[in-house]
Every structure is written in C-alpha cells, then in structure tokens.
C-alpha cells in the first residue's frame, strides 16, 4: 500500500509538471469531429379538399401544435387600403367565430390553457394553436371555425382599430422603427412592398373589406397545416376530416404584385429628430431564394456582418474602434419577393460621418479582394453547426417542411443546404460580393439631429428631409 501511494504522488507530480507545461487551451484552438444530424422527416398528406397537410408525431409531452399556412399577404391589399391584410389576421383571432363570441371563446381557450393566434405578413398568413392532447378536439373545433367562419365583431374590429392607431402613433417615437420603415420604404418604392399603413388607410377599412380579403383567400385548396405532437396518424385524419370535412376548395386569383425597380439610384435621406444619437441604416434591393449564389451570399454576409464579434463590421467599428455598441448587416433572401442588403448600427451624433465612412469602406472591402482561409472557415463552421438549431423542437421541424412547401422551395433544399454551404469557395465570396453588392450605390437614412453630426450632411450627396407625420 504504501508504494502504491507513493507511486500515487510521483503520478501526479508528473502529470501536474505535464499541465504546467502544455500550452492553455483556447475555445479558438479547439477542433471537433463534425456535427452529423439527419433532419426528421414529416409525413405529407392532401386532404380531398385541397388542404395540404404535414404530420409528425412525437409523444414525450401530451400536447400538439397546428399551424396554418396561408396564401394570404399585404402584399395584395388594395390601393388606398393598406393595412388590411395586417389588420384582417388581427381580428379573425381576436373577433370569434359565428357560434362563438369573443369573450366566451376567450375565457374558454384561457380554461383549457390553450391558444390560439392569427396574422397576416408580406407573403404569408398563420393561425396557430397549441393545446393539451386532451383538450385537442375541442381546441380544434375553436381553430377550424376561427379559419374557416370568423365573426369579424364590430366591436373587436374598432378595438383593434384604435390598437393599431395607437402602434402607428407611437412608432416615430423610436428611431430604429422609423429608420429600418423608411430605409425599407426607399428601396421597394413603387412596389406595395414598400407601402406602410397609415392612419387614413386605418380608418378607412370597413367591415366589408375585412370579409372580402377573408372571402378571398382563406380557401382549403390555399393552406399549408404543419401538426406535431402527441397523436396517432390515423386518429388525427378522422379529426381533419371531421373539422374541415365541410369546407369546400374554391377557385384562387392572386392580384399581381409590381416588383421594385432595379435600377441603382443612391441617395441620402435625412430624418430630423432632437436626439444626441443618430440610427445609420444603409442598403439596397436584394435577391428571392431562387438564386443559386444564395450559399456564397450567406457565407459573405456572414463574414462581412452577420457573424457578431467575428464579423468585419462589429471588429473594426466596435472592439477596434469603439464606435458602436452594435453594428450588422443582413443580406436577407427573399422567399417569394426580392429581399434587401441593408448595414445597421448606431453611434453619438459627433461620430456618425466617420463611422458611416468606416461602414462603406468595409462594405467594399468585401468587393475588392478575397477574405482569408481564416475568415471563410469560421464563417462555414458557424452556419454549418447552427444549423441544428432550427429544429429544436418536433414542431419547428414540421413547421419547416411545411414552410418550404408554401414558398416552392426545391426538394432536397434543407437535405442539401450543409453540402452547399461547405462547397462555398473564397472565389466564390469574392464573386457574389461584386455581383450583389453596391457600396457606391446605397440608399443611406439618418434619423438624429443634423445640426450635431461630425459633417454637414451635404457630406453624404443631396439631402432629402423626412418630415415625420403623426401615423406616417
């Protein structure tokens, strides 16, 4: 025993004597064997009236989750009508059903703890639940009716109408808003893109207007149902069957939606405001998911801001330089419309011109010559590991599939996209950088005090003022 022991301490002399002398180690240094994750597959299925439906069944937790895609969009609102797609997806939640009203649907769902909610965004609608498994057909029935025969309430309508007054009034008071609407209104000008409700728009949508955009688009034949949860495949097709079994597929007819121009038209905005900080936003028009450098775009726009502390931006502008406390940028890709470019930050007044001279010579930095192994291997390994994390539940795996579904995506598109991801090439970074970038070519909005920038704001080319309006 005891020449064990003392064998004992010479072992951990050495082995401590080893530790002393073997280099630290740093998260930078340290490899992993790669990541190997299969992506679950949900099971698709058509219902006799047109609804495609996605199922995957997990059963841990006794609760299921339902989502309704919808080929509904603000995009189709009428001239003089903005607003209604956005305001319609408000009420069919918060509006009730024919045989259900407001208050008592309410205290029924808070009852069951379950939920149900509803909107209407630039290129799609959702209506979504989630319930405990044993509260699941009535829940269903809540949310079948509220898809297929919403109540529009007066009441609730005039409620959400003041509610969505108020939002727009108290937008102006943060400058972030103001400056990412009235960036995104620039570069999708001429297109309902880039139309934003007012409170005249609000005022002027009437009850009928609301049923018509509903008439006209909450069709069987015109939804994607993601459903994850704890079911059986065969009992949750009699529950469809018994919820949407009545509800008939009707012809579709989508208005045409003009697209922004293309044309490169640089210009400088300026939205006074008495604040000792100015809110940079700068960009341009940008690319759909049909693409196929959207791989290489991800990988640059990743090195060049979307990589937090190990992109270009945020390095130089704020560990380097100390001039922001955040600054990005996101090359966003479109889904079924062009999407944008579009450098943020913000900074002191007294700052402001030499931080938006930094930004743009960043910017084309990206243009002018490859970046480094270095920068292009952080920039793969990132998007590659993260991956994963768009499927952290069964839910958000199914409600991916179905989304990839409503928006056309090609099969194989996330079976694919690691592969693709891993091919991309310095070349290729560098290629798309001058293909779809335009440093010279930016539209640049400024929301802060001109009489306190750094420059006079004839600096950055004509100066176009944005006088801002209450709603506007």
Known sequence: MKRIAVFASLFSLVMAGSALSAPPVTPRTMTFPPLKFTIPVAERLLLENGMTVYLLEDHELPVVSVTAFIGAASAFDPVGKTGLAAFTGSVIRSGGTIDLPPVKMDDELEFMASTIESGIGMDVGKVSMNSLKKNLDRTLSIFSRLLMAPAFSEDRLELDRKKAIEALRRENDDPKQVADRELLKKIYQGSPLGLYPTVASLKSITRADVVAFHRSYFHPNNITLSIAGDFTRDEMLVKLNSAFGGWKKAPLSFPPVALPSRELRPAFY????????????????????????????????????????????????????????????????????????????????????????????????????????????????????????????????????????????????????????????????????????????????IVGDGKKLDKPPSVFGKVQEIKLKEGE
């Open 270 to 445: 300026l939205v006074q405001k008495d604040i000792n900080q100015s809110v940079i936003r700068m960009g341009h028009l940008g690319i759909d998911k049909n693409n196929p450098d959207i791989y290489a775009l991800r990988v640059m726009d990743f090195i060049l801001g979307r990589g937090g502390f190990e992109s270009r931006l945020m390095s130089e502008i704020r560990t380097s330089q100390g001039l922001a406390y955040n600054v990005e940028s996101d090359f966003s890709v479109g889904r079924r419309y062009p999407g944008t470019f579009v450098a943020e930050t913000e900074t002191k007044s007294e700052s402001t011109a030499k931080v938006i001279g930094v930004m743009g010579r960043i910017i084309k930095g990206v243009t002018e010559q490859q970046v480094s192994d270095k920068e292009l291997r952080q920039a793969k390994d990132s998007i590659i590991s993260s991956f994963i994390f768009g499927f952290t539940s069964t839910a958000s795996v199914v409600n991916q599939q179905a989304m990839l579904s409503y928006y056309g995506y090609p099969d194989g598109y996330l079976e694919n996209y690691r592969d693709r991801i891993a091919g991309v090439t310095r070349e290729d970074v560098l290629r798309v950088a001058r293909k779809y970038l335009y440093p010279e070519a930016m539209i640049l909005v």
